[in-house]
């Protein structure tokens, strides 16, 4: 599987985009296509992301239903950036949402290091659903091995790509499958391309559960890591080197 990421140099700044101030939008007198008339009351960021992804970073539906808020928009601080394959970074991009902060803090970090989650405005509110449907995921995984029901995580994870099309498009899942030519033996190989972030950590996390991954959870720092199938020692109960340590450093100081 290749994912490229495309992160923008010097990572994401945080800029705040109030919903409620588009509640009562008028049509634009002037204007022949129905153009909506902006709040006149915004901020220089609430501007520019107006600017920049129009109606996309505005709120839609009943405000009396639905809560509306200030939100938090991680925007680049630069327009350059730096392309790598996902999995050069990481083998678990997956485990790398599902321990992580739930926080913006939190978000933040991976936004930094692998860039957008999807196309449009990179509210932190999505990432945070994100991270939380990911560790909720895992965990249905952690507690299937025990259990041997699969059931609830199979909905889970299928539920993944019947997410609300209407709603936001760009977070149904999507990827592409190719074959290319394998340079060493000549041979056919299949290669799945997802076509976002977003896309590339659920596949991952799908083809794990099928088994090319073992799930443990390390006994020192309680993160999850996996083993791949066939490979490294079958009893291993820590995510790190580091972690080995610092238990290894605990034992010595009881004694």
């Given at each position: 599987?290749?994912?490229?990421?495309?992160?923008?140099?010097?990572?994401?700044?945080?800029?705040?985009?109030?919903?409620?101030?588009?509640?009562?939008?008028?049509l634009d007198p002037a204007s022949d296509d129905d153009s909506i008339l902006p709040p006149a009351n915004l901020t220089e960021d609430e501007q520019s992301l107006l600017n920049k992804w129009g109606m996309r970073v505005v709120p839609w539906g009943d405000p009396e239903v639905f809560e509306h808020e200030l939100q938090e928009v991680f925007e680049p601080n630069s327009e350059r950036i730096r392309c790598f394959d996902l999995f050069d970074?990481?083998?678990?991009?997956?485990?790398?949402?599902?321990?992580?902060?739930?926080?913006?803090?939190?978000?933040?970090?991976?936004?930094?290091?692998?860039?957008?989650?999807?196309?449009?405005?990179?509210?932190?509110e999505r990432w945070y659903w994100v991270i939380m449907e990911m560790h909720s995921a895992v965990a249905a995984w952690d507690k299937a091995k025990a259990t041997g029901n699969f059931s609830r995580l199979i909905q889970k994870v299928?539920?993944?790509?019947?997410?609300?099309?209407?709603?936001?498009?760009?977070?149904?899942?999507?990827?592409?499958?190719?074959?290319?030519?394998?340079p060493l033996s000549g041979k056919a190989r299949l290669c799945i391309r997802?076509?976002?972030?977003?896309?590339?950590?659920?596949?991952?996390?799908?083809?794990?559960?099928?088994?090319?991954?073992?799930?443990?959870?390390?006994?020192e720092c309680k993160k999850w890591f996996t083993i791949k199938a066939d490979r490294g020692r079958s009893d291993k109960e820590y995510c790190s080197d580091a972690c080995r340590m610092r238990a290894y450093r605990k034992r010595k100081g009881k004694q």
């Open positions: 599987m290749k994912f490229e990421c495309r992160v923008p140099v010097g990572g994401y700044r945080i800029v705040t985009f109030d919903e409620r101030k588009f509640f009562d939008l008028q970074e990481t083998s678990t991009p997956y485990l790398d949402f599902a321990n992580a902060l739930k926080t913006v803090d939190g978000a933040k970090a991976l936004a930094d290091r692998f860039g957008p989650l999807h196309e449009g405005p990179q509210f932190y299928g539920r993944q790509a019947r997410r609300s099309i209407e709603k936001h498009p760009e977070t149904v899942i999507d990827a592409s499958i190719v074959l290319r030519k394998d997802p076509s976002t972030l977003l896309d590339a950590l659920w596949t991952q996390l799908a083809l794990a559960i099928d088994g090319s991954e073992s799930l443990r959870t390390c006994v």
